[in-house]
Nanobody, 124 residues
Framework: QVQLVESGGGLVQAGGSLRLSCAASGRAFSTYAVGWFRQAPGKEREFVATIHGSGGYTYYADSVKGRFTISRDNAKNTVYLQMNSLKPEDTGVYYC?????????????????WGQGTQVTVSS
């Protein structure tokens, strides 16, 4: 079992930055790929970024490539999402999730454990 808790969300102006954290409890965290997803009001949850358990492989949605960076510190059981040059369309609830299998999974159904989410609001 893995439990995930997100933090770091908030209100920021367009062009600003935020860093989200995903703290995990449970064993063998370094064996899980961890992804970030987001859900805007009235829209489906969508993939944002993912990182392999080793930290050596990452993959991003085209909409955030070059602006967001995912990283992890396995000694701290934590995954980060650094978000720069934020846009109003980045607004939503951001969730982290852990997957037991896969190099850099991007589908929701590939993930086994989910956090409760943290709200990110970008004002124009």
């Amino acid at each position: 079992q893995v439990q995930l808790v997100e933090s770091g969300g908030g209100l920021v102006q367009a062009g600003g930055s935020l860093r989200l954290s995903c703290a995990a409890s449970g064993r063998a965290f370094s064996t899980y790929a961890v992804g970030w997803f987001r859900q805007a009001p009235g829209k489906e949850r969508e993939f944002v970024a993912t990182i392999h358990g080793s930290g050596g492989y990452t993959y991003y949605a085209d909409s955030v490539k070059g602006r967001f960076t995912i990283s992890r510190d396995n000694a701290k059981n934590t995954v980060y999402l650094q978000m720069n040059s934020l846009k109003p369309e980045d607004t939503g609830v951001y969730y982290c999730a852990a997957a037991r299998f896969g190099l850099t999974p991007t589908r929701l159904d590939e993930y086994d454990y989910w956090g409760q989410g943290t709200q990110v609001t970008v004002s124009s």
